[in-house]
């Protein structure tokens, strides 16, 4: 079993859908970042939470530490979201929470 | 300001020949990450720097594999003797401290032949 887990691996939505993406994870952690990766681009940041919950514009970033457990929502979506969406984790343990371990990603497709 | 860069983009090489990967992270950015992004694989740690501090290198996947960072700044991975499965995106990250937000690169995508 994978340490942090993805769902869904696809996902296709029209625009102005409200969108969420899960991230479970079995390890115990610093923090949790969401990152985004548009097809042929870089990687970029979205957020990284250790708890409660993050929102930058359209984008909402929820933790629950308890239940080890992430969610990503995008409000009004737009096609320019379309892109993976990757979970990954730093771990608490021994001092390597730099080591970030990630999930698949999820594939979103936003259809005009 | 500038982002972390790499160089080069794009690199197709043959089998068993070594090949160099730079990476110029953001100016005052101490700790520096090189991961690598194989399809159907994701995104695998690989080595990690911080400051002046020994290395990480659990990561790396053999002893093919090595990198360094010259004065806090500039990194370069290099393989030798490339295999095939060393083809995929090798991407670099910086950020001022860890854990923290990590400003990524855009990549290189290697191709062994």
């Known amino acids: 079993k994978n340490e942090v887990e993805q769902s869904p691996q696809n996902l296709t939505a029209q625009e102005g859908e409200f969108i969420t993406i899960n991230c479970s994870y079995s390890?115990?952690?610093?923090?949790l970042h969401w990152l985004q990766q548009h097809p042929g681009g870089g990687i970029v940041s979205l957020f990284m939470?250790?708890?409660g919950k993050k929102k930058h514009g359209r984008l909402i970033a929820t933790i629950n530490i308890q239940e080890k457990h992430s969610s990503l929502h995008i409000t009004a979506s737009h096609p320019r979201d379309s892109a993976v969406y990757i979970c990954?984790?730093?771990?608490?343990?021994?001092?390597?929470?730099?080591?970030?371990?990630f999930g698949k990603g999820t594939l979103l497709t936003v259809n005009p | 300001g500038a982002g972390v860069s790499q160089s080069p983009s794009n690199k197709v090489t043959e089998k068993g020949k070594d090949v160099e990967l730079r990476c110029d992270p953001i100016?005052?950015?101490?700790?520096l990450y090189w991961y690598r992004q194989s399809l159907g694989q994701g995104l695998e740690f690989l080595i990690y720097?911080?400051?002046?501090?020994?290395?990480?290198k659990s990561g790396l996947p053999s002893d093919r594999f090595s990198a360094e960072r010259t004065g806090g700044s500039v990194s370069t991975l290099t393989i030798q003797r490339t295999q095939q499965e060393d083809s995929a995106v090798y991407l670099c990250?910086?950020?001022?401290?860890?854990?923290?937000?990590?400003?990524f690169g855009p990549g290189t995508r290697l191709t062994v032949l």
């Open positions: 720097f911080q400051g002046n501090s020994a290395p990480d």
């Open positions: 939470l250790s708890s």
């Open positions: 100016s005052g950015h101490t700790a």
């Open positions: 990250a910086s950020s001022t401290t860890s854990p923290d937000t990590q400003y």
């Open positions: 390890v115990g952690i610093s923090a």
């Open positions: 990954a984790v730093s771990p608490s343990r021994g001092g390597s929470n730099y080591k970030l371990t």
